[in-house]
């Protein structure tokens, strides 16, 4: 399986989602493996993305909820940001630890470094060289920063996850996951925020009637959504940042969260060196997910590919490498259908062929939409707003789903099974849920005839 005359079977650059959740049960196979990390251990989901975002978004929801029920529950609730994040530092700080816990059990050598490759099968590691029969590159994505004079007065998600008290005036640019879901928490904990959209919509691959009620609710909480603005300089005045706009003038603030993207690590890692393709979405792979040199793997966000850069979609190709290194597949990678969630408030999730799509191509596609009242079980919480669509193909099968409400994301989980394995209508009958719970109600959907 392995050449021999190596110091390792796999070297890993970077030890994200892209690298463990494969890495691990690889080594527990008894599999000679280096894993070499620049930063923290566990890379950017549980240091610095879905992790700690989502501990410090729980309040939020509580909140929500609390309003759709007022006149039951009554009474101010205020919610606290520096006791939150202190909360969520107590949550994950421990779990770089306990990943690298579970690699050195395995026998697995981490390695602190910024790795760079030298040839094919050899690393440099702090000017130490290491061989490697397979490497596998899973150095993840940055912030981008705006090309812009004052570009470094801009903060990025890292610094707003470690923000220790919540500025009374943020902007924030960009349209995207992070804009949205950092603007409904600095929202809701009392900031004052300007959203800034680059064109007229946010949340392009989101059924766009969906995101237009996002922003319209964020409207009314106060955010000031302006559209089509290009920022064109940030300049610091005392405690403020004054933002320079092409065509709507200027207007101070007290902090700028520049969410305008991620980009690939692929500079300084060797890759032109060893003659690695890679473009500006990332390093070219082939459906074995091999580089153009051939012992040389790309897993996770690195990769350039069409699907969402997410957890989910790193620990199924970590998972794929670990099974085709252990010589128990020689197929190429069979992603399935891959379902991608916003956390804003209520939450919009999906998968599959898309609405707006399945909208716009009436020939191929029967939309089906429902709204949260056509289900008793969901006005039990007295939700304001919040629709739904399932997505059927002309051979009548379920091909996609939709959701926009605070229970999107386990929707879309109890129906994706149904999607991804074209469950029959006799199947789906079999399927017994707990009653009363979301699950059932999302099954009662596509039960029906
Ligand atoms: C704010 C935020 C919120 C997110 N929320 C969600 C969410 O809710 N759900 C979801 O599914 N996804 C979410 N994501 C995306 C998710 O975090 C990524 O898809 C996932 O972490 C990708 O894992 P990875 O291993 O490919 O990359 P990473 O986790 O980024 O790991 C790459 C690692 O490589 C290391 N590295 C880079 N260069 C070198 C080098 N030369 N030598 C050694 N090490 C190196 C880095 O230090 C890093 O630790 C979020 C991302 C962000 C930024
Ligand atoms: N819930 C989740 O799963 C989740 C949450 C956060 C992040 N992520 C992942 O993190 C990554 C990055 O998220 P993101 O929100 O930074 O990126 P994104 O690609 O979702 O959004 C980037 C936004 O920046 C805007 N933009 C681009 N150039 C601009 C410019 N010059 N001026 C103003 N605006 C500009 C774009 O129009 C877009 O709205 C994605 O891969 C995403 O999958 C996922």
Redesign the pocket.
């Given at each position: 399986m392995f050449t021999q005359n190596y110091d390792y079977d796999v070297l890993y650059?970077?030890?994200?989602?892209?690298?463990f959740d494969g890495a691990i049960p690889l080594a527990a196979k008894g599999v000679k493996i280096a894993v070499?990390?620049?930063?923290?251990i566990?890379?950017?989901?549980p240091n610095?993305?879905?992790n700690a975002?989502?501990i410090l978004d729980n309040p939020v929801a509580l909140k929500r909820h609390m309003e759709d029920v007022h006149g039951i529950v009554n009474g101010s609730v205020t919610i606290d940001w520096p006791a939150n994040m202190a909360h969520k530092e107590e949550i994950i700080d421990g779990l770089p630890q306990a990943i690298e816990g579970m690699m050195t059990s395995n026998k697995i050598d981490v390695l602190f470094?910024?790795?760079?490759l030298v040839d094919a099968h050899t690393v440099d590691v702090n000017g130490e060289l290491k061989t490697a029969d397979k490497i596998v590159i899973?150095?993840?994505?940055r912030s981008n920063h705006l090309t812009i004079p004052g570009t470094e007065f801009a903060h990025d998600?890292r610094d707003f996850?470690a923000l220790e008290t919540m500025p009374k005036h943020i902007t924030i640019i960009g349209g995207g996951?992070?804009a949205l879901e950092f603007a409904t928490m600095a929202n809701e904990f009392g900031a004052q925020v300007n959203l800034l959209l680059h064109g007229d919509q946010a949340l392009r691959a989101f059924p766009q009637a969906y995101v237009e009620q996002i922003l319209a609710d964020l409207a009314q909480r106060g955010v000031n959504i302006k559209r089509n603005v290009e920022i064109t300089a940030l300049e610091q005045s005392s405690d403020e940042v004054i933002v320079h706009t092409a065509a709507d003038g200027e207007f101070t603030t007290d902090w700028v969260l520049d969410a305008t993207g991620?980009i690939p690590?692929v500079e300084?890692?060797g890759l032109e060196a060893v003659g690695v393709d890679y473009n500006q979405n990332g390093i070219v792979v082939d459906e074995y997910l091999r580089t153009s040199v051939p012992n040389i793997y790309a897993?996770?966000?690195?990769i350039d590919k069409k699907i969402p850069?997410?957890?989910?979609?790193?620990v199924f190709e970590s998972t794929y490498l670990m099974h085709t290194f252990a010589g128990d597949t020689t197929d190429p990678i069979n992603y399935p259908v891959i379902p991608t969630v916003v956390?804003t408030s209520p939450r919009i999730a999906q998968v599959g062929v898309s609405l707006d799509y399945a909208l716009a191509n009436p020939d191929k596609y029967t939309v089906q939409k429902h709204d949260m009242k056509s289900d008793w079980f969901r006005q039990v919480g007295k939700p304001k707003f919040g629709e739904g669509a399932l997505i059927y193909n002309q051979a009548g099968q379920l091909v996609g789903a939709t959701e926009l409400s605070e229970d999107a994301a386990e929707v879309i989980n109890t129906l994706l099974p149904a999607i991804e394995f074209k469950f029959t209508a006799e199947q789906l009958e079999r399927l017994v849920y707990l009653f009363p719970s979301i699950g059932f109600s999302a099954h009662a959907l596509i039960k029906k005839p």
């Open positions: 650059i970077g030890s994200g989602h892209g690298t070499v990390e620049a930063e923290r566990g890379g950017t989901c610095w993305g879905c975002k989502i470094a910024r790795a760079k899973s150095t993840g994505l998600s996850l996951y992070i991620r690590n300084n890692i897993s996770g966000d690195i850069k997410l957890t989910p979609t790193a956390f």
